[in-house]
């Protein structure tokens, strides 16, 4: 018979305290360690590992909206990167593993990594708390070094995650080229074989998920990761086709550096952006951003195609967003909008061969519905006359 | 023009009722005009106000030409009505009806389901797009067939061709199986040839919910797992959405298989629902089926996630796109999203075997169950034991409840046997080998659920300890945290009794000492991340803080809430009726303002449709989850009256706690349910009753056998349905009925009724607001007493039944209303012996009948009995005058016997039937020849009639055999049937008996001689095993079969009105027919009494 932890968890010794001085009590299921982090929450039903994995939660404790977590455990094919980015991790519950592809355990994952976690928690109080009082600031407490006022303390005291450049963080500190042999292009579940690899690109590694790559590598391109500090000349000399400019964590207003390399590297290549990229982007044409209530987390968010009048489902991650009225619609086009709130999901340079979009074509986790994007690249790249051969 | 989806049948129930309705009211919100045929009387949708003209007429190509006809409707939505619409649509197609009279098919064209439903084309379009399905070959010779076998491995199906149900087919795991199976499906297979198919059993099974318009917008609306791996029909599976054990991969290339079945079958706009086989191993996914449709799946995912399906469909349908609508539930964001739920949903079948002593148990790819009930839960634990209790099986969640000794009581060999097996009760299995210390990995070797499920189920098992280790309710009122982690695990305050040794009562008053009492969660379509409007709410433990949105704080003045409490899964004896009470009752208080809370637990019926009340909770209808309920919305009121059994037998314990019980009182139901203190009643009042008596024990039981005189009828007091109801006719049946019955009602007795032979029995409906008492309809039956009322087909206005006996049945009538002070409605049996009428039953509550009267004279019976419950007057509601009406409707009973091979066909007291259907015309004949079209008995014009009739049914056989004689039957007899026939002078062809030889009955049907059989059961003992076969045969041979003499009597007329029109039988709409109704007045917002002083 199993051993059930029953009455640990009745004790429920570990908290969240957030920021506006309330406590979620729950039980540890991750690594020992109390940290602080901004608290939001996703939505998606499936695909806790890509989300944990991804860079773009560093600094975050994500909270999972579906209530059974852990399900199909964790295995290396899943993963987004190389390591566990989500500050700490919320739920209701946190299960056992059972499925074929599974290679550990998530709880047993979360303690290697180094990150804690919660479950036994509230999660759809918690997330109606964060949904009209918007994202907020928390700590969480699984040692039991802090009592809960003090855990609010620490909350409040934390800085935050304007302003800060998280992307130097997590981005690579060397440039390296993806997947040579293609292994990890035709992992579990995707595309089997590879178109040859004739264009040439380089990623801005701002939080980058290896979906992206992986998604660039179908599409016939052979990829350069680099740092996200890497100047445009830096990048012109390596005569890349075209730039894709990665997803990541935090404030895009946080990274004037790379806005400034994106400016410059405006006409002289083609350039897509996925997510930060898009935000990144979209600074760079003369745009503001500004932070979201409690952000988009999720992959069920439906996005229009303003050009085509159709509508995808896509996977989304981000709490910032490109102010459609600080757009100069005389340099570019709004291209997609979010038909829940409206919101800017899409944007094209009219002069140049730049666009970029707020949400996810990569996938991992969500629906394959954008995939196609990732084609469109390839044709800007192909028809700009830009290519380099 | 819209078809439904006909009579409630195994596979069909009021999922497509909800479907239709929802199309119903979305087309004509745009503006259409819809033409609705239906020939289910129970629905709500052919209500006369959900379509502009409404046909209750036969489901048969025939009659929907002659709707096309008269009503050439610009386009036909085929999509709504389940499988029988589809089919139906087909033919219509087919025929070239559609073409004739320009009718356009939209959601789904003749070719999209020609490709989605033929298997062949179906697997074409499968490879076509690089899908998987189950590996096959056929094979003409054994030679062949084990050239596939070496291609494709163990275990291998083999189907042979052409047999009836897969006859002589079954899984080969070895090589001495595969041998004799192959060579006994060469045999039988009319064409000698066999499928080899890869086995799947034993692997995962997933179902998406699609929606597609017509720019190719595509969405999931659902994704459901099951918890039986496949083997089991998905229908008879127990599944839970969201998917659980799927990585995102998985659940992604799933998704991209779904829509692209979609694409290419073809499907422009509306959903489908497509079926997946996963292999656990290695995850190789397979495609079993896709339905281009909205299905009971559909209507399972619409209610698991706030979409609603079959509306969305139907706005598609008329060229509407998913960003074009609005999501119903947050009421800002569109309609073109994928819902994320924040809960787990449960779906557990119910059966029907304890109707079917001699059907066979064991799920397989045939459905069985006859119902279903559905829970929300914030786990899964939570999720299964709510729907353990919903299922109303009397289970209070996964075992701890007393009742596990069938299951702790086997021993080690045949607890590994029966979880091998599939079948109703294996969840309990499940647990026995989990109390016994089994593994997961062991139980999940032999039964092959996943270790997901089973973790859980096993957490479940091992927590009665953690309770009962508590020592004692009061050392548990102690330890809050345990309470609240039991709770949160989803136990039943019945539950946490039987492990204490407490009553039910305390425990529920120890967890309001401690505040122990559940959250309401909102159904809301996007897991919390939108504030969302609609008022639709589960129960969860351990969610609190911030109260969920509900419209009583925004909806200005305070109005009385009124609670309906629904019927629960569908079951024979209880099903789509009650729910059209209760949606009746939700309508019309509404209307006349009040605000209507509904606990149900169905997630096929319109009563659990979101737009139905003001607010909606899906609850197990238990004390427990009722009693909250109540007390959480401050109801002033719960009427217990329309949902059939289940709130009746509610109804005593919520009034002891608190609950005003609106209408007729408890104690009422109860003087009229409790046979003792209703025998005084009816002395009182000077009404007759078959001489009676009650027994708790044999020797008891035979004493009043002894006095009142052998046959006699007996029953266990308050069921429904006639559950174990028999017709007794010697000494040592009634001592095993004695022994068997105690398990039937544990605290009541046996009721025995002296048996009136050659009674005409009737039903009466009746309203009464304690003032005025009203007969809704007389209804004479057609089949004599002692046949299960459910069962027997009947018929308004009386059309037999003299002057004086209607007069009598009218005073006794008011009688029983006055005397039982009767809020509400009330119904009644008699049976009527020449001029003596006797009272049989008073249920004073919504009885079956209620729609079908209310269709057949078109006065809203369930709508006025609501408002008269809450106060209102008949005199007030322009009710005051039984209407009889000047056509004829028939009501007949639908079976499931097909379902059940080999099973005998006999009716009894002993309720079998799963819906009715109703045929209405001007004249009586046609209407009942209608009704047995609709019905599926298909009576043939002309041919060969085989007649075997008992020795007391000679006399009218006799007549009767003349009349099929001059409308041109040839007859055919055995011997018995025979003599009688040739002394009366009638010639016809005797046959063997099925035991003494060749050619009988059953060669006849095999050689296509007879397509009619009239076999009217021997009395008293057990049918004679020749009956049961030739019937059971027939059955399988699709020939309609009479049981029963008054039946042929019936039929017969019916035929002759058919020649005598020459064939032209007229289709007229319910409107029409109701036009000479009376007018009632149904108060509105304004006029009524919702609005609180």
Redesign the interface.
């Known amino acids: 018979m199993t051993t059930f932890h029953w009455a640990e968890q009745r004790k429920k010794p570990a908290y969240l305290a957030l920021e506006d001085g309330t406590i979620f009590r729950g039980w540890s299921v991750g690594a020992a360690v109390d940290r602080v982090g901004e608290v939001v929450f996703n939505t998606g039903l499936t695909g806790y590992q890509e989300i944990i994995s991804d860079p773009s939660y560093a600094g975050q404790f994500v909270t999972f909206t579906c209530p059974e977590i852990g399900n199909v455990g964790m295995n290396a094919a899943d993963r987004e990167s190389l390591s566990i980015h989500a500050s700490g991790l919320v739920m209701h519950a946190c299960n056992a593993a059972s499925n074929w592809r599974s290679e550990s355990e998530l709880g047993r994952a979360l303690k290697d990594a180094g990150v804690p976690a919660l479950a036994g928690i509230d999660t759809r109080r918690l997330t109606r708390l964060l949904r009209d009082q918007g994202t907020m600031k928390g700590f969480m407490c699984v040692t039991g070094a802090a009592d809960e006022a003090d855990g609010v303390a620490q909350a409040r005291a934390w800085q935050g995650l304007d302003g800060q450049d998280y992307a130097a963080r997590v981005s690579c500190a060397q440039p390296y080229a993806w997947d040579a042999d293609g292994r990890e292009t035709c992992s579990w579940g995707m595309a089997a074989r590879l178109p040859p690899a004739d264009l040439k690109i380089v990623a801005y590694d701002f939080g980058i998920k290896w979906n992206i790559l992986r998604g660039l590598r179908r599409q016939g391109m052979q990829v350069t990761v680099v740092p996200a500090k890497t100047t445009a000349a830096a990048v012109l000399a390596m005569k890349p086709d075209g730039v894709l400019l990665s997803n990541g964590p935090a404030d895009p207003a946080a990274l004037p550096y790379a806005v400034a390399a994106i400016r410059e590297l405006l006409g002289k290549v083609p350039m897509m952006g996925i997510c930060l990229g898009h935000q990144l982007l979209g600074l760079a044409l003369g745009g503001r951003t500004y932070r979201l209530k409690f952000g988009h987390h999720g992959c069920n968010h439906p996005v229009m195609d303003l050009a085509a009048g159709t509508v995808a489902i896509t996977s989304q991650n981000h709490n910032f967003a490109v102010a459609a009225e600080t757009i100069d619609t005389a340099r570019v086009d709004v291209t997609h909008i979010n038909l829940n709130d409206q919101t800017v999901e899409g944007i094209r340079c009219k002069a140049f061969p730049a666009f970029s979009v707020q949400y996810h074509p990569e996938a991992c986790p969500g629906p394959h519905d954008a995939a196609p994007l990732f084609q469109q690249f390839r044709t800007s790249i192909t028809v700009s006359g830009c290519a380099a051969r | 023009m819209l078809i439904g989806s006909g009579p409630i049948v195994i596979g069909q129930a009021c999922e497509f009722d909800y479907s239709g309705v929802q199309a119903c009211k979305s087309l004509r919100e745009e503006g259409y005009e819809v033409v609705l045929v239906n020939s289910n009387p129970a629905t709500i949708m052919t209500d006369p106000e959900f379509a502009d003209r409404t046909y209750i007429e036969p489901l048969s190509a025939d009659f929907l030409s002659a709707v096309i006809r008269r009503e050439r409707p610009d386009a036909l939505l085929p999509t709504v009505g389940g499988q029988t619409a589809l089919n139906l649509a087909m033919e219509l197609d087919k025929a070239g009806v559609l073409e004739k009279y320009g009718v356009e098919m939209i959601g789904a064209t003749a070719e999209v389901i020609e490709r989605a439903e033929d298997r062949s084309l179906f697997k074409q379009a499968m490879l076509k797009i690089g899908l998987d399905m189950p590996r096959s070959g056929s094979a003409r010779t054994i030679d062949e067939a084990r050239k596939v076998r070496d291609t494709l491995g163990y275990p291998l199906v083999i189907r042979p061709g052409f047999t009836l149900g897969g006859a002589g087919g079954g899984i080969a795991r070895d090589e001495a199986a595969f041998e004799r199976i192959v060579q006994q499906g060469l045999f039988l297979s009319p064409t000698h040839e066999v499928l080899v198919e890869e086995s799947i059993e034993g692997w995962k099974e997933f179902e998406l919910e699609v929606m597609r318009d017509r720019?190719?917008?595509?969405?999931i609306v659902c994704?459901i797992e099951n918890l039986d791996p496949m083997g089991v029909h998905t229908g008879d599976s127990i599944t839970v959405a969201?998917?659980?054990?799927?990585?995102?991969?998985?659940?992604?290339?799933m998704?991209?298989a779904a829509l692209a079945v979609m694409r290419v079958i073809g499907v422009e706009t509306g959903g489908s629902n497509v079926q997946f086989a996963l292999n656990?191993?290695?995850?190789r996914m397979v495609v079993i089926e896709m339905n281009p449709r909205v299905s009971r799946s559909s209507a399972l995912a619409s209610k698991a996630t706030g979409f609603p399906i079959a509306k969305i469909a139907a706005k598609l349908a008329v060229g509407y796109t998913?960003?074009e609508l609005r999501n119903d539930i947050t009421r800002?964001?569109?309609a073109?999203?994928?819902?994320?739920?924040?809960?787990?949903v449960t779906k557990i079948p119910r059966f029907a075997f304890e109707k079917f002593p001699s059907a066979d148990p064991v799920l397989g790819t045939q459905m069985k169950s006859v119902g279903e009930t559905m829970s929300i839960g914030?786990?899964?634990k939570e999720s299964l034991q709510k729907a353990l209790r919903s299922l109303e099986t009397g289970r209070a969640g996964f075992g701890a409840d007393g009742k596990d000794d069938p299951f702790e009581a086997r021993d080690d060999a045949s607890l590994e046997a029966a979880l091998r097996t599939p079948h109703s009760n294996r969840l309990f299995d499940i647990r026995a080998a989990?109390r016994r210390?089994w593994?997961?990995a062991r139980i999940h070797g032999i039964c092959k659920v996943?270790?997901?499920f089973l973790?859980h189920l096993?957490?479940l098992a091992?927590?009665e300890d953690?309770i009962r280790a508590a020592g004692s309710l009061a050392e548990l009122e102690r330890d809050a945290?345990?309470f609240?982690?039991a709770k949160q695990f989803g136990f039943s305050d019945r539950q946490i009794a039987w492990i204490l040794q407490a009553t039910e009562d305390a425990v529920r008053a120890a967890r309001q000492r401690l505040g122990l009492v559940p959250a309401y969660?909102l159904v809301d379509t996007?897991?919390?991340?939108?504030?969302a409007l609609t008022p639709y709410f589960y129960s969860t433990y351990?969610?609190?803080?911030?109260p969920e949105a509900s419209p009583t704080a925004q909806s200005g003045a305070p109005r009385r809430k009124i609670m309906i409490i629904g019927g629960g899964p569908n079951r024979i004896g209880q099903g789509i009726e009650f729910d059209y009470c209760c949606v009746h009752a939700c309508f019309a208080l509404r209307d006349a303002g009040y605000e209507t809370v509904m606990v149900n637990s169905n997630p096929e019926t319109v009563s659990t449709d979101y737009d139905t009340s003001d607010m909606l909770y899906f609850e197990p209808l238990t004390l427990e989850d009722v009693l909250h309920v109540y007390r959480h919305e401050g109801c002033a009121g719960a009427i217990v009256q329309f949902g059939g059994q289940t709130p009746l037998n509610l109804a005593r314990a919520l009034e002891a706690n608190g609950v005003t019980i609106i209408g007729t009182s408890p104690y009422s139901i109860d003087q009229a349910e409790d046979r003792k203190q209703f025998q005084e009643l009816a002395a009182r009042l000077g009404l007759r009753q078959p001489e009676n008596g009650l027994a708790t024990g044999a020797d008891e039981a035979e004493a009043v056998a002894a006095r009142v005189g052998f046959p006699v009828l007996m029953r266990p007091s308050f069921v429904l349905g006639g559950r174990a109801m028999v017709i007794v006719f010697d000494r040592e049946t009634l001592r095993t009925y004695m022994r068997e019955a105690v398990e039937v009602s544990e605290d009541r007795p046996v009721l025995i009724d002296r048996f009136l032979a050659n009674a005409c029995e009737v039903d009466v409906d009746c309203i009464s607001d304690g003032e005025t008492h009203v007969i809704g309809a007389i209804m004479e039956h057609v089949e004599l007493a002692g046949i299960h009322s459910g069962d027997s087909a009947c018929i308004i206005p009386a059309p037999n039944l003299s002057k004086s006996v209607k007069a009598v049945i009218r005073k006794q009538t008011f009688a029983l209303a006055e005397a039982l002070k009767v809020k509400g409605l009330m119904n009644i049996q008699f049976a009527v012996q020449g001029e003596d009428v006797y009272i049989l039953e008073v249920n004073p509550r919504a009885s079956r009948t209620v729609p079908f009267v209310s269709k057949t004279t078109g006065v809203p019976l369930a709508k006025l009995a609501a408002l008269v419950m809450v106060g209102e007057k008949l005199v007030d509601l322009g009710f005051t005058q039984e209407f009889i009406p000047q056509h004829y409707a028939v009501k007949e009973a639908v079976f499931p016997f097909t379902r059940f091979p080999g099973i005998d066909v006999v009716l009894s007291p002993e309720m079998k039937s799963t819906g009715e259907v109703m045929g209405i015309d001007g004249n009586c004949g046609l209407a009942y020849l209608k009704s047995q079209i609709a019905a599926g008995n298909r009576l043939p014009k002309g041919g060969g009639v085989f007649l075997s009739v008992r020795d007391e049914d000679k006399g009218d056989a006799v007549e009767l055999a003349r009349k099929l004689k001059q409308l041109g039957f040839t007859l055919y007899a055995t011997l018995g049937t025979s003599t009688a026939l040739w002394k009366a002078g009638i010639r016809d062809r005797a046959v063997f008996r099925i035991s003494s030889g060749h050619p009988n009955a059953i060669d006849l049907i095999e050689s296509d001689e007879i397509n009619w059989i009239i076999s009217t059961p021997t009395v008293g003992t057990e049918p004679a095993w020749d009956e049961v076969k030739m019937r059971a045969h027939a059955v399988t041979r699709n020939i309609p079969i009479t049981t029963t003499i008054n039946g042929l009597r019936w039929s017969i007329m019916g035929l002759k009105s058919y020649q005598t029109a020459h064939g032209h039988v007229k289709v007229r709409s319910i409107q029409e027919y109701h036009e000479r109704s009376p007018p009632v007045r149904l108060p509105t917002r304004v006029s009524g009494k919702g609005l609180q002083a």
């Open positions: 720019k190719d917008n595509c969405v994704s969201p998917a659980q054990t799927l990585t995102d991969r998985e659940y992604q290339n998704r991209d656990p191993a290695n995850g998913l960003d800002q964001t569109p073109c999203f994928e819902p994320s739920i924040d809960y787990v914030r786990t899964f989990f210390g593994s997961v996943d270790p997901w973790r096993e957490e091992a927590y953690e945290a345990r609240m982690q969660g996007c897991a919390a991340e939108f504030a351990g969610s609190g803080g911030l």
